[in-house]
């Protein structure tokens, strides 16, 4: 990942900004500071690529700034987004090198398309709804040379790919053959792609076919060994929520669900064991249901829920739910969570 920092003086626009840069693919890591002080701060922890500056900024302290990262960073990219500069702003930003002049840039497609050129990205987007196995072999039928982020549920993976082969793979600790049969046992992935041709050494050597039976194995023993001990089924889904918590209401999405609880993707920074309120909606009974829950797990793309008590209206609005809007997961169903367990 590529790691981007904004800086901007407005928290709301902070917050709105980030959000937007994050739907922009799974390439980048956006990180935020709400002060030139903070900023610096995360500069001298974090390798940052480009750092996006001057939306609420004064243009003093955007300069400032500026000349800053020229002396101590300069191999850090700027992009400063104005409204209006004023003549001698637009001088001094001139006369930098590192920096990109966006004038009442507006479009945060073409703000992520430049974002993606400066740092070697040719990004070819994101897929999802297609399951890894099913992607994997259409790039070996085009012979397709690009660089696979995968995520699902809070875990990251990368698969390079070589003319149509498995070349290279990345997910924590593991790395070549082992990490690749780990990612191929996800299910509903997330898929960007960068399609610039990137030298990554043949870790692998084995075809993708071999690679797929071999990891269906690993699935099918899994499942085999696990109790079928979990109270509800669960089923996957993606529905729009609402969660409320110390009277904030957030938006997120619903990635699965149960009678026992729920997975839900958000940027929020909650804790695990807080309690929250969720708005489930089910048009086909035309009936809205606030569900109390816990959340019980927490990772960096969002939160397992445990659900409170549920009365008989509840359990009709997530059956009816699971009906209309979801597909049962595969194979045997996991345990009951608990605090220290995966929901997922």
Not at 274 to 302: F, H, N, Y
Not at 316 to 338: F, M, N, W
């Amino acid at each position: 990942m590529k790691n981007i920092l904004v800086v901007d003086n407005d928290p709301i626009m902070l917050h709105t900004f980030v959000g937007l840069l994050k739907s922009q693919g799974s390439f980048l890591r956006v990180l935020s500071a709400i002060n030139v002080q903070t900023a610096l701060e995360i500069l001298a922890e974090e390798e940052v690529h480009i750092l996006i500056t001057g939306m609420h900024m004064s243009e003093m302290d955007a300069f400032e700034l500026m000349s800053l990262l020229r002396v101590k960073y300069p191999h850090t990219r700027v992009i400063v987004m104005t409204n209006n500069a004023s003549s001698m702003f637009r001088a001094k930003i001139k006369q930098l090198a590192s920096v990109i002049h966006f004038d009442q840039a507006l479009d945060i497609s073409m703000l992520t398309k430049r974002i993606f050129t400066e740092l070697q990205i040719d990004y070819g987007g994101q897929v999802r709804g297609i399951t890894l196995s099913s992607f994997l072999q259409m790039l070996e039928l085009e012979g397709r040379s690009c660089t696979l982020q995968i995520t699902a549920k809070g875990k990251t993976g990368t698969i390079y790919m070589v003319d149509g082969k498995p070349a290279a793979a990345k997910m924590g600790l593991l790395t070549g053959k082992p990490a690749a049969q780990h990612i191929l046992t996800w299910e509903n992935v997330l898929i960007d792609i960068d399609y610039a041709p990137r030298e990554a050494p043949r870790e692998i050597n084995t075809s993708l076919m071999n690679m797929l039976l071999e990891s269906g194995r690993m699935v099918d023993e899994k499942q085999s060994e696990r109790p079928n001990q979990r109270k509800h089924n669960r089923y996957d889904c993606l529905v729009g929520v609402d969660y409320d918590i110390s009277d904030w209401t957030y938006q997120c999405y619903m990635r699965d669900i149960s009678e026992g609880g729920a997975y839900i993707e958000t940027e929020q920074s909650i804790k695990v064991g807080q309690r929250l309120t969720m708005s489930l909606t089910s048009p086909v009974l035309e009936r809205t249901c606030a569900i109390k829950g816990t959340v019980v797990r927490r990772d960096p793309k969002g939160i397992g829920v445990r659900f409170e008590n549920l009365t008989l209206q509840q359990k009709q609005v997530i059956r009816c739910l699971t009906e209309t809007r979801c597909s049962p997961t595969a194979g045997p169903s996991e345990k009951p969570v608990d605090l220290d367990e995966d929901l997922s």
